[in-house]
C-alpha cells in the first residue's frame, strides 16, 4: 500500500522519514496508465431512503488515471482514507460521490486527470403483498458509479437488478390447444350440458389440464441520470432509488413476492397469464419505461429469463443508442 505522506517514525536520534517509493523511485517503463486504483473496499454506509436512514454494508472500488508517465504510482491509502472520513460523517448521496471523486484529483494534483467510485450494496426495501394486508423485505443490488475528468462535470450512473416470472406465450398457446382438445373428449357426445356441467368438469380432479411453463428471470439496468434527476426525487441522499426500482417492476409487470397469502399467490398467477412475455417482450417494455423517463440520459438493460425447458437461459438486451453512450 501507498503511503498518504512521507510519514515518521521516532528514534532515539529524533524523527526519522520513512521511505516513500511512489515517490521517489521512476518506474521501470515509462508510460501513462487509464486506471489505477482499488476495489472490494469493505466499508459502512449511511443511506437515507424515504425519511430513514439506513445502515447497510457496502464494497467500494476508487480509481484515478496515472497520467504522469515518470511517477512510479499514485498515492492509494489516500483513496481509502478520504471515502472512510467521507462516509463516516455524511449519508450516501450523488453530492458525496461528487465530492469524493473531486477530492481525489485534488489529492493526486500533477498525476491524474480523471478519477471514478462505484459503490455496491444491497438496498431493502418494504414490499406489501398483491391482495392481502401482508408485507415483507426484499434487497435489491445497487451499484453507484460516478466518474469525472478534470475540468469536466460529473457522469452519474445507477445499476440495479430485479426479479420477476415470465411466463411462455408459445407454452400458454400449446396448453390451450391441449385445453381445447381435452374439452372436444370429454363432451364429443354431442349432449346439451350446462354452465354448472362446465364448471365440474374443469375443477374435478380427474381432469388433467396442462399449464404453460414459467420462469423465474431478471433483469439487470443501468442508466445515466443528471444530478438534477436526483435531486428532484426528494431530499434524502437516495429517495431516487425506490421510485427507480417501482418504474422497472411496474413496467414487467410480475415481479416475484415476499411475503404472500394463497389469495396473493392466485392474483400473481393471474397476472402471470395477463402478462406472457419472451425475453425480447420483457426487453422491449423495460425500454419503453425508460424512454417515458425525460430524466434518463442513456439506458443498458439486460434480460435473461432463466428457462425451465431448456438447460440454458434466453436473454436480450438493449442501450438506448445515443451518440458516445453505452453500447452493446
Known amino acids: 500500500m501507498h503511503s498518504v505522506e512521507p510519514t515518521k517514525r521516532t528514534s532515539s536520534t529524533g524523527p526519522v522519514a520513512l521511505p516513500d517509493v511512489s515517490i521517489e523511485l521512476k518506474p521501470e517503463f515509462r508510460a501513462a496508465l487509464s486506471r489505477v486504483g ?47 472520513n467521507k462516509l463516516e460523517r455524511e449519508v ?12 481525489f484529483l485534488e489529492t493526486h494534483e500533477g498525476l491524474s486527470l480523471t478519477s471514478e467510485i462505484l459503490i455496491r450494496f444491497d438496498l431493502p426495501l418494504k414490499r406489501k403483498a398483491l391482495v392481502s394486508d401482508t408485507y415483507g423485505y426484499r434487497l435489491y443490488p445497487v451499484t453507484l458509479r460516478a466518474f ?24 400458454a398457446a400449446l396448453a390451450r390447444e391441449l385445453i381445447r382438445e381435452e374439452f372436444k373428449r370429454s363432451f364429443a357426445d354431442g349432449a346439451q350440458f350446462s354452465a354448472q356441467d362446465f364448471e365440474k ?20 439496468v443501468k442508466v445515466c441520470m443528471p444530478e438534477s434527476a436526483f435531486e428532484a426525487a426528494g431530499p434524502g441522499g437516495l429517495d431516487f432509488l425506490p421510485q427507480f426500482i417501482d418504474l422497472l417492476e411496474l413496467a ?23 402478462n406472457l412475455m419472451f425475453c425480447e417482450d420483457a426487453a422491449r417494455k423495460l ?42
Open 92 to 103: 450516501l448521496s450523488v453530492k458525496t460521490c461528487r465530492d469524493l471523486i473531486a477530492k
Open 252 to 274: 414487467v409487470g410480475t415481479p416475484v413476492q415476499a411475503a404472500v397469502k394463497r389469495v396473493d399467490e392466485q392474483e400473481f398467477a393471474r397476472l402471470n397469464g395477463e
Open 38 to 84: 482499488m476495489r472490494s473496499i469493505e466499508m459502512p454506509i449511511r443511506a437515507q431512503v424515504g425519511g430513514e436512514e439506513l445502515r447497510l454494508s457496502a464494497r467500494l472500488e476508487a480509481y484515478v488515471s496515472l497520467d504522469a508517465p515518470d511517477s512510479k504510482g499514485i498515492h492509494m491509502s489516500r483513496l481509502y482514507l478520504e471515502i472512510k
Open 148 to 171: 469525472a475528468k478534470k475540468g469536466e462535470g460529473l457522469r452519474f450512473e445507477v445499476t440495479t437488478e430485479i426479479l420477476y416470472s415470465s411466463t411462455c406465450p408459445c407454452s
Open 287 to 328: 425500454r419503453f419505461a425508460l424512454e417515458s423517463s425525460p430524466h434518463i440520459l442513456d439506458y443498458d438493460v439486460y434480460v435473461e429469463h432463466q428457462e425451465s425447458l431448456h438447460p440454458h437461459d434466453a436473454v436480450s438486451r438493449v442501450v438506448k443508442g445515443v451518440l458516445g453512450g453505452f453500447s452493446v
Open 201 to 220: 368438469w374443469l375443477m374435478s380432479a380427474d381432469t388433467e389440464l396442462p399449464t404453460p411453463h414459467a420462469q423465474r428471470s431478471l433483469a439487470r
